[in-house]
């Protein structure tokens, strides 16, 4: 189905499930037909695990490799009182793990044993040959890594010879050989057979402390889950893949331990409140829009220790004031952001070459700040629908961030091309990248070559998702119930779309302050319901057209009128 507001849109229905699976759901729950044909596409015949996932969700931590001996190493330490060196990522995923592990060890352990560090972007990501040299001086005797380390082969090398046990907590993917750790906890390990292998960096570091705490014979420190809640939405992992639901299992937990008050992190809360959320109606757009954005602000444009000691502090004063700090760095961040973006833009239009037509951008700036490129190339990807590559250019060393779209694969380019990079690593749609500024001019010639040889993943954007269509009748308050046991949503449980056909829309005002909404009433037959549209006031003569539509709509609730509201997505045409 193409879309008739936004050129260039696709949209598909996705295949019906088996009819006897729809009906046996039914016949068990009681429930719509809409929210049966969900489930079974969703879940199959394991939709059961879709419907409020909790604890039973939760795999064991000793199905994750080396956590046996990761636990042993920490209760050695615990007894013999030894100091821990804590390395967590500058991302929110990262912070997050970093003070999941801060948190779940410190009261094992005597006072200030615990030393935390997180990286920047002028050391990376892991640890740093500056980190070990702090762990020697400082008499640790083990480091423990947070969203990080898998990669570390040097540094952690580096470390045992000095005599210190390194205990890796990671998500990425491992090389073929292995860092020297005592332990390496990683979901990916190719010898892994843990059966959530999406845990984000904080959902490995909450595994570690809950396998600790189980060894110990003490219940796991729940509280924390706040922390992984916000470190999972923050990465974007799939919240679930078919009947598995750990991660939103997780995240449903996090979620009520801050609408009832019981979270570990005040600076959760407090930026909670910055932005006037209601707790006990948080949804994963609030964490993921608005939240993870302030804390990755302090790497972009600041400070990421900051970010960290927001989320660990237990002092409210200390929590407004770490929280307003963070809010200008995402003000400078945001002022930095646009001027690249103005910069970029006219560097585009002095080469007189549109992206569109080349099949990519590739655009270098001198001293540009490195904790932007990637949001400029997500601009730039956005707004011309082709990979971008942004570098910048330093004394000798550049380093460039990419993003993709479609199919396109820029890690697998980015590989192709290694021999000219000094550093590079990333996934299939963001990836970056360190070179020697000499080295430049070949790698855009390179590029140019690959992405001509692949244009076709690039123009091949697949289709958005319809879960099923449906009838307005069928879109009351006890579908709207039924589909709230499936949140949280977000990536791999994404909020269902629901296509309506032959219907009409009557009474249509502009709302919002710049009277970008649509809001009204939508007809299909004798059945009638509240209607909006966001950002579609634009579009108003359309839709009061008096034509029948097929409409893409979501199902929410409008507060203020106390009743269920279907919210517009697109029109469609088959």
Known sequence: MRSILREGREWEIALPPDESLIEAIRSSLGCSRPFAVLLAQRGGTSWEGLIVPDRASFHSPFSLPDMEPAVLRLREAIERKEKVFIHGDFDADGLSGAAVLYRGLRPLFPP????VEVGDRLHGHGPSHQFVMRAIEEGFSLVVTADCGIGSH???????RAGIDTIVTDHHLPAPTLPPAVAIIDPHRPDSSYPNRHLAGVGVAYKL????????????PRRLLDLVALGTIADLVPLANGGESENRAMVREGFALIADGEGSSLGIRELLSRFS???????????????APKLNAANRAGDPKVAFLLLITEDQDKAAYLAEILLDYNRDREIAQNDLIAQAEGMIRSEGIDPRDSGFVFLVGDYWNEGILGLV???LTERYRVPSVVLSRGERISRGSCRSIGDFDVNACLEANSDLLLQHGGHRMAAGFSIANDAIPKLEERLESYIAAHRSEITA????????ATELAEIDLRLYTELSSLA????????????????????????????????G????????????AFRMGRHLSLFENGDEHSLVCRVGFDDWQGSVQVQGIDLVTD
Do not use: M, W
């Open 112 to 115: 200030n044993s615990i030393k």
């Open 154 to 160: 040097d540094e952690i090398e580096e470390l045992a």
């Open 209 to 220: 402390i809950e396998g600790l705490y189980t060894r110990l014979g003490r219940p796991a």
């Open 277 to 291: 959320i209601n707790p006990k109606k948080l949804t994963t757009s609030d964490i993921g829009y608005l939240v």
């Open 377 to 379: 190339a997500s601009n």
């Open 461 to 468: 954007l697949p289709p958005e998702r319809i879960d099923t």
């Open 488 to 519: 949280p949503y977000g990536p791999g449980n994404p909020r269902p779309a629901f296509l309506v056909r032959g219907c009409r829309f009557g009474g249509l005002t502009l709302v919002g302050n710049r009277r970008q909404h649509l809001k």
């Open 521 to 532: 009433r939508i007809f299909q037959g004798e059945s009638s319901l509240p209607f909006i």
